[in-house]
């Protein structure tokens, strides 16, 4: 089991539309169509970004989606790997593997920092922040 491990990032930020720029927002929304679903894809706070086997991968509420591999997604490991000298890796070689950390970013100020995977993915995928220990039994909760 891995510890929950966060690593803030100072003066590394990403903008607040980088969902819609590296094509997030518009592949659910081209899912939901296919789903027949009426609305659009309300995108959350936080977002999460990561690479398997060479593929970005980003999480946004219940949403995972495999990225097209062109910038400015595609940068994102080699200045990660800049500003951490190469200590932290949100790559994993193979698409059985999660990476060692995910890269989280709060779209209201475009911080962003590094959270070990299983931690971080939990943290994107949360609808309501729940504390450790509630009664979540009359919730009601959204997903799976």
Known sequence: ????????????????DYPWRVGFVALVDDQLRRLRATGHFLPPRFF??????????AVGGSWTVALEAVPPVTKLPSSLY????????????SRHVPPEFVLVHDRRDGACWLWSFADGVKFIEAVEPVSEGADVADKKMLGP
């Open 1 to 16: 089991m891995s510890e929950n491990v966060l690593i803030p990032l100072s003066g590394f930020t990403l903008p607040h």
């Open 48 to 57: 999460g970004y990561y690479f398997q086997d060479g593929v970005p991968m």
């Open 82 to 93: 800049r500003l951490t000298q190469g200590r932290f890796s949100i790559m994993s070689p």
